[in-house]
């Protein structure tokens, strides 16, 4: 009998967040896996949803984003970057940034097209490139040598481009490894694109959490081919929202479009008029926000070192990664399972890599955590090394 699943599809199996998370579950890990803060989301953006509900403002949204919304993203686009997009027919509203990375490439990419990616990459990113037909050709990020940051080789890169090449998918800043792309390294992605007339889809979750250097959005560098990819996850610590975005000149956000009609078709109507009062927020939010989180990393990759794990200290985003050197395992998924029994998860890359054996020697660890949770993990961590 032919089986039940495409495939596309076989192969991908279930998501390492997921497995890990359950996993934490039935050891009674601290859950250091799975990137969401296990704190609350601010006042202001819950009381304007539950308002929204009050109001009576449950019925569909308008399919490209509430008018609201839509504006308050061009405004906030234009005030922190200084880029433009027209309210209604550049932005498109999605359920999370997941969504709005399928719908991307969805909506322009061919079956046989090729998209690059970078290695690691968000486990979704590949996914959806297969389910669209499209064909993923994989650069790698190479971990820090001691004189350089995570790093991609030049050479790889130009050679990864095409006559074939539809996209290449960027992420900065970056998940799993914290890297923020350099703006040398941007450009030069920039260049490729031009040469090859080659579309980037710009995944900016973890924009406003960047520790070192600035994040440096792709649209300033290459505005006619870039798509922005962004959400109110990060930025809200509301991921369950599934809030995002996508913003693009009006043809590249047109294809976009025509993929997310037929994907959601519209996003929850009242966590967009919430959403509209968040991106509105003060500058001051985003400060404070950075600083928080620049306090959880630092404590964190403190307490690894402590226990004497070789960290790589990120730039960005929700996450550090830790080098296996040292630790007497060679194998991240082992490493990872050995965690949970001394009450730790954390996330094996291997499973965001093409050669899962390029992602063998480190784990990564979740920092978006309270400091209680960070704490007691510091503690079962002590606890491990003492064995
Ligand atoms: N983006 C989050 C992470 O990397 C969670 C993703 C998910 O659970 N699908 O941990």
New binding site residues.
Partial sequence: MRAPLTRRLAGFGT?I?TEMTRLAQEHGAINLA???PDFDGPDFVKDAAKAAIDAGQNQYARMTGLPALNQALARRYQHHYGLSFDTDREIVVTSGCTEAIFAAIAGICDVGDEVILFQPY?DSYRASVCMAGAIPKVVTLWPPDGTQGWHFDAQQLERAFSERTRAILLNSPH??TGKVFTRQELELIAQLCRKYNVICISDEVYEHLVYTGVHIPMATLLPELTITLSSLGKSFSLTGWKVGWACAPAPLAAAVRSAHQFITFATATPFQVAAAVAVAAPDDFFVQLQREYRERRDYLTGVLQEVGLEVWEPEGTYFTCASLRGTGYTDDFAFAKHLIAHGVAT?PPSAFYEQPELGRGYVRF?FCKRRETLEAAAERLRAWRKL
Wanted: aromatic share 30%; proline share 10%; net charge neutral.
């Fill in positions: 998501t967040f799975q990137g969401f968000y998940n799993p996330i979740a």
